[in-house]
């Protein structure tokens, strides 16, 4: 059975940093890519950031590109998103998702992790 399981995040200030983790079990965890996905209170979801398996390259949305760092751990099945520079808009739910093999279709999704930025 996959399991995601983040954790990290909290209450933060503007400015501040943060590192959220994402624990990871029930599949081949090199081997897959995998994304963090972001939810803002009554929005819809936002991809944050991709983490290619192979390569272990990376793409981010513009909007935490230059603030934001996604990184894996293969030895540990751990995903990061090492967050910078947070502002207000960065307040969310942060899910870890796992795609399908060899596909931009997310099959797994973590229970989540709040994230608050606020003064």
């Known amino acids: 059975e996959v399991q995601l399981v983040e954790s990290g995040g909290g209450l933060v200030q503007p400015g501040g940093s943060l590192r959220v983790s994402c624990a990871a079990s029930?599949?081949?965890?090199?081997?897959?890519?995998l994304s963090w996905v972001r939810q803002a209170p009554g929005k819809g979801l936002e991809w944050v950031s991709r983490?290619?398996?192979?390569?272990?390259?990376?793409t981010y949305t513009d909007r935490v590109k230059g603030r934001f760092t996604i990184s894996r751990d293969n030895a540990k099945n751990t995903l990061y998103l090492q967050m910078n520079s947070l502002k207000p808009e960065d307040t969310a739910v942060y899910y870890c998702?796992?795609?399908?093999?060899?596909?931009?279709?997310?099959?797994?999704w973590g229970q989540g992790t709040q994230v608050t930025v606020s003064s």
């Open positions: 029930g599949f081949i965890f090199s081997s897959y890519d």
């Open positions: 998702a796992k795609y399908m093999y060899g596909t931009n279709w997310v099959d797994d």
């Open positions: 983490i290619n398996s192979g390569s272990g390259s990376t």
